[in-house]
């Protein structure tokens, strides 16, 4: 059941084989083309790397939306460095997220106040609110 208010876009990845063990991810358009290994195996990624690229993706574009929102000049050279962590939690797995976030030039308060903003609207944040731990700092 889709919750959401309306539809912006849809991703299609068709995922193969065995999973963290020699699977293989595409998406429709074909930029999106991935073999997946277990951490630390080499030869590919995991869903944890995947998983890290795409929340600090998705958080600098909520901080541009914010930004833009405010009228707020964000630094050209900003970036944001994620970590995802996977381990057990009981008898199942977790993942938590650390994301250091570099807004060289702005003034501490309000880079600040821009990620706090930011992680209100970022669909990663909201996803992972409240299930896994997600640690943000400025860097």
Sequence with gaps: MNTLDKVLYTAHVHTTGGGRDGGRSTSDD???DVTHT???AGGGTNPEQLFAAGYSACFI???KAVAAKQHIT???DMSVDAEVDLGPVG???GVAV??????????RDAAQALVDAA???CPYSNATRGNI???LRLA
Excluded: D, Y
């Design 61 to 63: 574009g909520a901080m």
């Design 91 to 93: 008898q199942a797995f």
């Design 38 to 40: 277990r951490p630390g």
């Design 74 to 76: 964000l630094p050209a």
């Design 119 to 121: 992680h209100q609207v």
């Design 98 to 107: 650390r994301m250091a976030i570099h807004l060289p030039g702005m003034e």
């Design 133 to 135: 731990p997600v640690e």
């Design 30 to 32: 074909g930029h999106l």
